[in-house]
C-alpha cells in the first residue's frame, strides 16, 4: 500500500484534476492471475512496483537498496493522436542506504509513457525510463532491475522462492474504514538478490534479499490521512511480515493491517485489531526538522517485536527536485535480543509541508 | 609640459593650442567632422552590440545546458527522430520542443509559442519551465488538505494550458485565468493563460505549453521543430555528431546552440558592416578637412613658425606641437562624438528599436549599456583622424628654413604640389586588383579598401588634374579668367587643399547616389515581376500558424470577380552545404512570368527522365557555385530529390538563398497542400474591393489578410527610403562640410593673399573684380574638385554595386547613372563654392590696398 502518499507527495501535485470515475474502480472479489497481473493495469489511475532490501558485498558491508516504478493515469489527452500525449506518466526513484554514507545516495526520473522512452507495459512485469528498468524475465523466474545515476549504478537480479503472496482479501487490500479506499495488492518476499552496485567509483558485487510490492488502484486517499507507517520484513525462517497504519493528522491510527507469514506455514492475513505499531525513539533530522519514530514496538496477535534501523538519517529529502521529503529505510526485526528478520519501513507524513521550508 | 619638451612650455602652449581658438570657424568644422565621424561609427556599434547581446542572451536562455540541437526545416519534421536520439547512449539527456509563430486573430500580431515536454525541458532548458499560478479553488477531494493550495502541476500537461513570458503577458494584456485565440490555418483555438514562465527574463516575449497540446492545437500532430541535447559526461565531444548525424533524416541537421545563434547574427552582419563603412567614411572625410585646415594654418603660420624656429626651437619640437594641436582636435572632437552617439543610441532605442529599421531583430528588447572599450576605441579612432591629418603640415613645417620663412611671399612655395600621376595610378590598379579578391568571412574586406584606395588615388590626381584642367581653359579670355587660370596652375596645392573635402564628398556621395539609385530602380523591377497578381491574400505571415486549406483555396476561386488564383507555399530547408536554412518556394512557375531571371529559362525542356527544374536565387547560386543546367539535391518530405537548376533569379528577399520550385511538384513530394500565399487574377471588370469584401465574408475577417500589389510596393519601396534616409543625411553633412571646407580654404587664401590683392588694386583692378578672381578660382577648384569627384564617385559605385553588394548580401542590380541629379549636384557644388569663397573673401577685399602692400615693407 505504502506509496500512496508518498507518490502525492512525490509528483508534488494533488492529482484532483481527474475525476477517479474516469478510471476503472477496485472491487472486491476479482481474482488475481499471473503472470498477467505483473504487468500494467493502465485503467487504474496509480500503480507502483516498490522493490526494498538489504545487500552484502564481498567484504560483509550491509546497505539498504530501494527501486520504485510508479505509473500514473493523468486522465490527459485519450483522444490526442500525439504520440507525446501525456496519458500516463512513469516516475522512478532510486535509493542506496550506506552506513559509511551516513545518509541515503538516491535518483529519480520522470517521464511521459511514450514508447521506446519510458513505459509500463501489459502482460507482464516491465517498466522503464531510458536505461533504468525492472523486468520480468520471460519465464517468471527472476526480476531484473537497472539503475544507472552519477552517484551509483545498481544491477540486480531478483528470484523470488514461490508464488505471489497476496495481502488483504485475496489480494484486495483495504486502506480505510471505507472499502472503497482500496488496493489490488500483492507482495514478492524473499527475493533472492545476486548482482553489482557501484558507489562513487566502487564497483561491488552484492547479494541478498528483497522484497517487491505491487499495487494498483484508482481511489484517492481521504482527506483525513495524514500519513502512514509501512514494514515489508523478511523473516529469517522463511516467512514474512506486511503490516501498515494510516494516521490521521492528530497521529492516531486510521486503519491497520498485515500479512504474516512463519516458516513455510500459509499466511494469515491479520484485521486491524491484531496489528498495532508504537513508535519508540524519535531522530530528528538536521536538513528539515521533522522528527521521525525510527525504532517501533510492534505488537503483532500479541507477540511484541521491535524495529532498528540500520542507520537513522534514512530520509529522503527531495526538496530541491521533487519536493517531497519521507524516510523509507532498511530496519531490523528483534524478538527481545534475537534478531529475527530484516526489511524497510517507510514513514511519511512527518515532514512539515514542502512548501513551508 | 613635457609635449614641447621646453621649460617655457607654458608660451608654447599659448602658440599651438590657443591658435586653434584663432580659427574658430576651421576649428569648428574640423571638430564637427569627426565627431559626426565617431558619433555614428560608435552609435552603430553601440544598437547593434546590445542588440546582439539580447539576441545571444535570448538564444542562450531558449537553448539551456544543451550542447547541441537538432535543426531542421521550418515546418519540422518526424517526431519519430525523438526516441531515436533520446535512446543515444551518447545522449544525456534530449529535450522535445515543438515552435510555432502563432498568429493571434483580431491582435495583429504573432506570439512565439514552444510545445516543451515538462519533464524533459528542465534537464536541459530549466529556463523555459512553464509555473502554473496557485490554482484558484480547489474544493474537491484533495488528498492532503495542507496541499491544496499548491499548484497543480499536472496543469501544466492540460492541453489547452499556455504559460505566458512576463513579457509576454505584458505585451499581451493577459493574466492567469484569461483565455487567448491563435489562429490555426483559418481557424481558431482557445487556450488558457495557466500560469507563466519565470526563468524567460525580461526581454523575451514567449509562451510555453505541453508538446502534445501544441501539437494538437496548432495540427502539427507528429512533428517537432528541434531537438536539445545535453551529451553524456565523458562522451568525446568530437565524434559524438558525427554518431547522432547518422540518425537523422536528409534536412535534419545538428547544429551548436552557438551556431544556430550565428544564423541570426550572419544575416544581420553584412548590414552591420556596411552603417560601420559609412561611419568610417565620414571619420576619413573629418581627417581631410583636419588636413585643409591645418595646411592652411601652417601657411598662414609660416613666418611665425620661422620667427620660433629662429628662437631657438627645434625641429621636433616644432612637430610635436603641430600634432598636438591635431590630438587635441580629435580628443575634443572625439568627446562630443561619444556623447552625441550615446544621443543617438537612446534615440534609436526609443524611437526604432535595435535593429535599425532592418528588421533582423525583431522580439528583441535591448537594453543601452555602457561599453568602455567599445567607446575608447573610438575616441582613440578620432584622435587618430586629428593627428593624422595634421601628420603632412606639421612634417612640411619642420622642414622649412627658418631663413626662407621669414621672407615675405614664401607662401607660394606650399602651393608647388607636383602631379603625383604615378601614385595615383598605382593606387587605382591596387583597387581594381582588390576588387577582383573574395570577400573575408562573408565581408567584402577588399572591396572596402578598394573604395578607400580609389580615394586616395582622386586626391593624389587633384594636383594634376588641376593642371591639366588649366591647359584645357582658353588661354584667352578677361584678365580675371587668365588671373585663375594662371594662379591654378602655378599652384596646384591650393587646389589639393581646398579641393580634398570636395573631392572625398563629392566622390561618396555620387557613388551612394548611383547605387541607391540603381538598387531603388531594380528593386522597383523585381517588385512588378514577383508580383503580377491582382490582389494577394494570405491567414497571415509565412512563417506563423496560419494557412490556407484547400477547401479555402477553392472557395476563393470560386467567388464572383477572381479569374484565376495562384498559390504559394513557403517552406525552408537545409542543405548540408549552407548552415542556414535556405527557402524554398513551391508555386506555379511555367505558366506565370513572375520571376526576375538573371540566367536560364522560366520554361525549360520537359522530357522523360529529366530530374524536376527548379531555380535558384543569385544567392543560392553563389554560396553553392551552381550554374544553369546543374543538379541540386533538396531535402524535401525528408527525402532527397535531385532538382536540375534552369535559372537563376534576382532575390532581394532572402539573403540566405532561395530555390523556387513547381508547385506540383513539391505536392507529390510531401503531400502537404497547405498554401501560404494566394494570389489572385481578377475578372476584367472586377472591383478588387469588392472581391475583397466578399473574401472577407468567405473566410472570416479575424483570420486572413489581403494586400494590393501595388499598396505592397509603396510600402517595400518606403522602406527602402527610409534605410537610406540615414544614408542621404550622412551624406548632405559630408558635402556641407565639404562646402565649409572651400569657404575657409578660400578665406584662409584671402588673407594670406592680401598682397597680392594689394598690387591687383594698385595696378587698377576694382575690389569686386578681385572677388569675382577669388569667386572663380574657387569655383574652378570646385569644379576640378567636383569633376575627380565625380569620376572617383563613379568608379566607387561600380564597385559598390559589382563587388561590395554582391559579397555582402549575394544579389545583383543593374548601375543606372542618374544624369539629371549629378548635374545639378555638380553645378550646385561649383555655385556654392564660388558664393564661399566669395563670402570668405569678403574681408580681405575690404582692406585698404595701401596698406596691404604696406604690410610687407
Not at chain 1, 549504478?153 to 472503497?180: V, Y
Not at chain 1, 499495487?215 to 495524514?226: D, F, K, L, Q, Y
Not at chain 2, 465574408?697 to 540615414?726: H, K, N, Y
Amino acid at each position: 500500500m505504502r506509496a500512496w502518499l508518498a507518490l502525492v507527495l512525490m509528483l508534488g501535485w494533488p492529482i484532483s484534476s481527474v475525476a477517479a470515475s474516469d478510471f476503472a474502480t477496485v472491487v472486491e472479489g476479482r481474482s488475481l492471475a499471473f503472470p498477467a497481473d505483473t504487468g500494467a493495469h493502465p485503467d487504474f489511475r496509480t500503480e507502483w512496483w516498490y522493490i526494498t532490501g538489504w545487500l552484502t558485498d564481498e567484504t560483509g558491508s550491509e546497505r539498504g537498496f530501494q527501486v520504485t516504478f510508479f505509473r500514473v493515469g493523468t486522465g490527459i489527452g485519450a483522444d490526442n493522436p500525439s504520440r507525446f500525449a501525456p496519458r500516463q506518466l512513469i516516475l522512478a526513484h532510486a535509493a542506496i542506504a550506506d552506513p559509511a554514507a551516513g545518509a541515503l545516495i538516491h535518483a529519480e526520473r520522470i517521464e511521459r509513457a511514450l514508447d521506446p522512452v519510458a513505459g509500463a507495459a501489459v502482460g507482464r512485469t516491465r517498466a522503464w525510463i531510458g536505461d533504468w528498468e525492472l523486468v520480468l524475465e520471460e519465464e517468471g523466474t527472476q526480476y531484473r532491475t537497472r539503475i544507472r545515476s552519477d552517484a551509483f549504478d545498481l544491477d540486480l537480479a531478483l528470484a523470488p522462492p514461490g508464488p505471489p503472496l497476496l495481502n488483504g482479501r485475496e489480494g484486495f487490500s483495504q486502506k480505510t474504514p471505507d472499502p472503497s479506499n482500496a488496493s489490488y495488492y500483492y507482495s514478492r518476499p524473499q527475493l533472492a538478490v545476486d548482482g553489482r552496485i557501484r558507489i562513487e567509483r566502487a564497483d561491488l558485487k552484492v547479494s541478498g534479499h528483497a522484497w517487491l510490492d505491487h499495487e494498483w488502484s484508482s481511489e484517492i486517499m481521504p482527506a483525513e490521512a495524514r500519513g502512514w507507517d509501512w514494514i515489508g520484513i523478511n523473516l529469517h525462517d522463511g516467512g514474512s511480515l506486511m503490516a501498515f497504519r494510516m494516521r490521521t493528522d492528530d497521529g492516531s491510527p486510521l486503519w491497520a493491517a498485515a500479512t504474516l507469514q512463519e516458516g513455510t506455514a500459509p499466511a494469515r492475513i491479520l484485521v486491524p485489531e491484531q496489528v498495532r505499531l508504537l513508535p519508540r525513539r524519535r531522530w530528528q533530522s538536521p536538513r528539515t526538522g521533522a522528527e521521525y519514530p525510527v525504532e517501533w514496538t510492534l505488537e503483532i496477535e500479541g507477540r511484541t517485536l521491535r524495529l532498528e534501523p540500520l542507520m537513522d538519517d534514512q530520509e529522503l529529502d527531495g526538496r530541491r527536485s521533487t519536493g517531497v521529503v519521507y524516510w523509507e529505510g532498511a530496519v531490523r526485526v528483534y524478538d527481545d535480543e534475537r534478531e529475527i528478520g530484516r526489511g524497510y519501513l517507510e514513514m511519511t507524513g512527518y515532514a512539515q509541508r514542502p512548501d513551508n521550508l | 609640459m613635457g609635449l614641447l619638451g621646453s621649460d617655457n612650455s607654458a608660451a608654447l602652449r599659448h602658440v599651438f593650442l590657443a591658435s586653434l581658438r584663432r580659427r574658430r570657424l576651421a576649428t569648428a568644422l574640423s571638430l564637427l567632422a569627426i565627431a559626426l565621424g565617431v558619433a555614428l561609427g560608435l552609435a552603430v556599434q553601440l544598437i547593434h552590440t546590445a542588440a546582439l547581446d539580447e539576441l545571444d542572451r535570448g538564444m542562450r536562455l531558449l537553448s539551456g545546458e544543451a550542447d547541441l540541437q537538432v535543426v531542421g526545416p521550418r515546418s519540422g519534421f518526424d517526431d519519430a527522430l525523438y526516441a531515436r536520439i533520446a535512446l543515444h547512449p551518447a545522449v544525456a539527456a534530449a529535450s522535445p520542443l515543438l515552435e510555432i509563430q502563432a498568429r493571434l486573430p483580431g491582435r495583429d500580431e504573432t506570439l512565439r509559442v514552444f510545445g516543451i515536454d515538462l519533464f524533459r525541458v528542465a534537464q536541459v532548458t530549466p529556463s523555459l519551465l512553464p509555473v502554473a499560478e496557485t490554482a484558484e479553488t480547489k474544493t474537491d477531494d484533495a488528498p492532503e488538505s495542507s496541499d491544496a493550495d499548491r499548484p497543480d502541476r499536472l496543469a501544466a500537461l492540460q492541453p489547452d494550458a499556455v504559460f505566458l513570458s512576463p513579457a509576454a503577458a505584458t505585451r499581451l494584456g493577459l493574466d492567469a485565468g484569461d483565455e487567448v485565440a491563435v489562429q490555426v490555418g483559418l481557424g481558431e483555438a482557445r487556450l488558457r493563460v495557466a500560469g507563466s514562465v519565470p526563468g524567460a527574463g525580461v526581454g523575451q516575449v514567449l509562451a510555453v505549453m505541453d508538446i502534445a497540446g501544441a501539437q494538437e492545437t496548432f495540427d502539427r500532430i507528429g512533428r517537432l521543430t528541434r531537438i536539445d541535447l545535453r551529451l553524456a559526461p565523458g562522451i568525446e565531444r568530437g565524434s559524438v555528431p558525427k554518431q547522432l548525424r547518422t540518425l537523422l533524416p536528409p534536412g535534419v541537421t545538428l547544429l551548436t546552440p552557438e551556431e544556430t545563434a550565428s544564423e541570426v547574427t550572419g544575416v544581420s552582419r553584412a548590414y552591420r558592416v556596411n552603417l560601420t563603412m559609412l561611419a568610417a567614411i565620414a571619420l576619413l572625410t573629418g581627417g581631410f578637412l583636419v588636413f585643409s585646415t591645418q595646411w592652411l594654418a601652417v601657411v598662414r603660420r609660416r613666418r611665425e613658425f620661422a620667427f620660433l624656429r629662429a628662437l631657438g626651437l627645434d625641429r621636433g619640437s616644432l612637430r610635436r606641437g603641430l600634432l598636438a594641436e591635431g590630438a587635441l582636435l580629435g580628443v575634443v572632437g572625439g568627446v562630443i562624438g561619444v556623447i552625441l552617439a550615446y544621443l543617438l543610441t537612446a534615440l534609436a532605442f526609443s524611437l526604432i528599436g535595435g535593429d535599425l529599421g532592418a528588421g533582423f531583430f525583431r522580439g528583441v528588447a535591448p537594453q543601452m549599456r555602457v561599453e568602455p572599450l567599445l567607446t575608447l576605441a573610438y575616441l582613440a579612432l578620432g584622435v587618430l583622424a586629428g593627428v593624422a591629418g595634421t601628420w603632412l603640415p606639421a612634417r612640411e613645417a619642420a622642414q622649412m628654413v627658418p631663413a626662407r620663412g621669414l621672407r615675405a611671399g614664401d607662401e607660394a612655395e606650399v602651393y608647388q604640389a607636383r602631379p603625383r600621376w604615378g601614385a595615383a595610378l598605382i593606387a587605382l590598379i591596387l583597387a581594381a586588383l582588390l576588387c577582383l579578391l573574395p570577400p573575408v568571412g562573408g565581408v567584402p574586406v577588399s572591396g572596402y579598401l578598394a573604395v578607400a584606395l580609389i580615394l586616395v588615388g582622386a586626391v593624389l590626381a587633384i594636383p594634376g588634374a588641376t593642371v591639366g584642367a588649366m591647359r584645357l581653359l582658353p588661354a584667352r579670355g578677361s584678365l580675371v579668367t587668365r588671373l585663375a587660370r594662371a594662379r591654378l596652375a602655378a599652384a596646384p596645392g591650393q587646389a589639393v587643399v581646398a579641393g580634398v573635402g570636395v573631392v572625398a564628398s563629392v566622390a561618396l556621395a555620387v557613388s551612394m547616389a548611383i547605387m541607391v539609385d540603381s538598387f531603388r530602380d531594380s528593386l522597383d523591377d523585381w517588385l512588378t515581376r514577383m508580383l503580377p497578381a491582382d490582389l494577394y491574400l494570405r491567414a497571415s505571415d509565412s512563417g506563423a500558424s496560419g494557412y490556407l486549406d484547400p477547401d479555402a483555396v477553392a472557395r476563393v476561386a470560386a467567388l464572383p470577380g477572381v479569374a484565376a488564383v495562384r498559390p504559394v507555399r513557403f517552406e525552408s530547408l537545409r542543405i548540408g552545404e549552407v548552415r542556414e536554412a535556405i527557402a524554398l518556394i513551391a508555386r506555379p512557375v511555367q505558366d506565370t512570368s513572375g520571376l526576375p531571371l538573371v540566367a536560364g529559362t522560366l520554361d525549360p525542356p520537359d522530357g522523360p527522365g529529366t530530374d524536376p527544374p527548379t531555380w535558384i536565387s543569385e544567392a543560392l547560386a553563389d554560396r553553392l557555385d551552381l550554374g544553369v543546367g546543374d543538379p541540386l539535391a533538396l531535402p524535401i518530405g525528408e527525402q532527397l530529390q535531385i532538382f536540375r537548376v534552369v535559372g537563376i533569379w534576382r532575390d532581394y528577399a532572402r539573403q540566405q538563398g532561395a530555390a523556387v520550385i513547381e508547385l506540383a511538384t513539391f505536392r507529390a513530394l510531401t503531400g502537404d497542400r497547405r498554401t501560404n500565399d494566394l494570389g489572385l487574377t481578377l475578372a476584367p471588370k472586377a472591383d478588387p474591393v469588392q472581391v475583397m469584401t466578399a473574401i472577407r465574408a468567405t473566410l472570416g475577417d479575424r483570420v486572413s489578410e489581403m494586400i494590393l500589389p501595388g499598396e505592397l510596393r509603396g510600402m517595400i519601396l518606403q522602406v527602402f527610403d527610409r534605410t537610406f534616409l540615414a544614408t542621404y543625411l550622412m551624406l548632405a553633412v559630408a558635402v556641407t562640410i565639404g562646402l565649409f571646407g572651400i569657404g575657409t580654404t578660400f578665406a584662409a587664401l584671402a588673407s594670406s593673399r592680401r598682397k597680392e590683392f594689394g598690387i591687383l588694386r594698385h595696378l587698377g583692378l576694382p575690389r569686386c573684380r578681385i572677388g569675382a578672381l577669388l569667386a572663380l578660382e574657387a569655383a574652378l577648384t570646385a569644379a576640378v574638385g567636383v569633376g575627380v569627384g565625380l569620376v572617383a564617385g563613379g568608379a566607387i559605385a561600380l564597385i559598390l554595386i559589382e563587388v561590395i553588394n554582391p559579397q555582402s548580401f549575394h544579389w545583383s542590380m543593374d548601375m543606372q547613372l542618374p544624369f539629371g541629379l549629378l548635374l545639378v549636384f555638380g553645378s550646385a557644388m561649383i555655385l556654392l563654392a564660388a558664393l564661399a569663397a566669395r563670402l570668405a573673401g569678403r574681408q580681405a577685399m575690404r582692406q585698404d590696398a595701401v596698406l596691404a602692400v604696406r604690410e610687407d615693407w
